[in-house]
Nanobody, 124 residues
Framework: QVQLVESGGGLVQAGGSLRLSCAAS????????MGWFRQAPGKERVFVAA????????NYADSVKGRFTISRDDAKNTVYLQMNSLKPEDTAVYYC?????????????????WGQGTQVTVSS
């Protein structure tokens, strides 16, 4: 069982930066694939970034490549999403997720645990 709590969201101007954190509880955090997803009003939840157990394989949505960086600190049971050069279209609720499979890492269906989400708003 894993419980996830996101933090770090807020209001920022276009071009600015935010760092989201996802604190996980549970002894087996290091065995999970961790992902970030986002959901804009009236739209589906979509993949943003994911990182595997060792942090050696990363995956990013094309829309955030070169701007966002995912990382994890297993000693702190925390995964991060550093977001730079933010755009108004990045505005959404951002969710942290944990899953047990590396297959289909970009799909919401392979993640077993979800946080409550944190709002990110980027003004133009």
């Amino acid at each position: 069982q894993v419980q996830l709590v996101e933090s770090g969201g807020g209001l920022v101007q276009a071009g600015g930066s935010l760092r989201l954190s996802c604190a996980a509880s549970g002894r087996t955090f290091s065995s999970y694939v961790m992902g970030w997803f986002r959901q804009a009003p009236g739209k589906e939840r979509v993949f943003v970034a994911a990182i595997t157990w060792s942090g050696g394989v990363l995956n990013y949505a094309d829309s955030v490549k070169g701007r966002f960086t995912i990382s994890r600190d297993d000693a702190k049971n925390t995964v991060y999403l550093q977001m730079n050069s933010l755009k108004p279209e990045d505005t959404a609720v951002y969710y942290c997720a944990a899953g047990g499979s590396i297959v289909g890492i970009t799909s919401v269906r392979v993640y077993d645990y979800w946080g409550q989400g944190t709002q990110v708003t980027v003004s133009s």
